[in-house]
């Protein structure tokens, strides 16, 4: 009885999933799924093979469809996707498409870690040198039709990647602000420039940085925090007597004027730095 109704139980089931159009998994339909993983599993590490061992710089064009047929099987399996990256940056370099290939290195992650790393990291790095020589290209025949200011923009785009970039776009910021007669924005740039620095327009920017050598390095200890000799910087509040013994000692020019209110003096210093003193305590600073 209990075996009866046991086989009635499952008939009823089956008749349900049948009525609602489920199904149940078939043995075969597992057994496909499993034999395309492992084709597939198969066929990657085959693609993985191939890269490792073939010589691209000597290929043949059997070689890249071989591979290109193994990208397009897998599509997006594991880490296929970077892999295909990997060679077209490859393929556009061997074929002289320099900015082809740096997009496609560019797309690479930054922080991929699979199969071939090392070598696809390589080619990461590889590709921010070419990148770098390609606007060293363009910036050097900009130079010579005498258009500074694409210049400037082009390099304030990237002037975070490297020393060169800094230089440059701060050399012509220093050069913009020494014709508006802005001493002091021109030393600031100025101090953010790393030297020695040995880039396109190398000579003007070492003349230019050794003319104000001084002013620089006061600029650097000022923007770093660091005072001169232990002595701390003068702060608002201060003391004419503090503030002549700060870091910043005496003023090269003093303008005194009598109000109301009583005397007012501006204490001026190099780079365009001026301390406002009101009946002998500093009111306001100016960097």
């Known amino acids: 009885m209990k075996n009866r109704n046991r086989l009635f139980m499952a008939l009823l089931m089956v008749l349900v999933l049948q009525i609602s159009g489920c199904a149940l998994p078939s043995h075969s339909g597992v057994t496909q799924a499993t034999s395309d993983q492992g084709n597939n599993e198969n066929a990657y590490q085959r693609l993985v093979n191939e890269i490792k061992t073939t010589d691209w710089k000597k290929a043949e064009p059997k070689d890249w469809e071989n591979v ?12 296929t996707p970077v892999l295909a990256r990997y060679i077209y940056y490859l ?13 496609v290195a ?20 590889e590709a921010k040198t070419l990148a770098k020589s390609q606007d060293m290209k363009y910036y050097t025949e900009l130079i010579r039709k005498g258009d500074y200011e694409t210049l400037r923009k082009k390099t304030v785009e990237k002037v975070s990647l490297d020393a060169d970039y800094n230089a440059i776009y701060n050399f012509l910021s220093a050069i913009d602000y020494q014709k508006k007669h802005d001493r002091s924005a021109m030393i600031v740039s100025l101090s ?7 880039g396109l327009l190398s000579e003007e920017i070492t003349k230019m ?22 002595k701390p910087k003068p702060i608002i509040g201060m003391t004419t007597t503090e503030v002549l013994d700060s870091s910043w000692g005496a003023p090269e020019e003093v303008i005194s004027t009598m109000t109301s209110d009583g005397k007012q003096e501006q204490w001026e210093y190099s780079a365009g730095r001026v301390i406002f003193i009101d009946n002998g305590y500093a009111t306001a600073i100016q960097y």
């Not at 290109?68 to 880490?79: A, D, F, G, T, V």
């Not at 560019?106 to 790095?125: A, C, H, Q, S, W």
């Not at 050794?210 to 001169?228: D, P």
């Open 106 to 125: 560019n797309n690479i992650p930054d922080d991929y870690f699979g199969d071939l790393r090392d070598e696809i990291m390589n080619v990461k790095t």
């Open 209 to 230: 940085v050794n003319q104000n050598a001084a002013e620089i390095l006061y600029m650097r200890n000022l923007l770093s925090g660091k005072t001169l000799d232990g």
């Open 68 to 79: 290109e047929n193994l990208i397009n099987q897998l599509k997006s399996y594991k880490y």
């Open 192 to 198: 953010h420039i790393s030297m020695p620095y040995n």
């Open 91 to 103: 393929k556009y370099l061997k074929e002289d498409h320099i900015d082809q290939a740096i997009g």
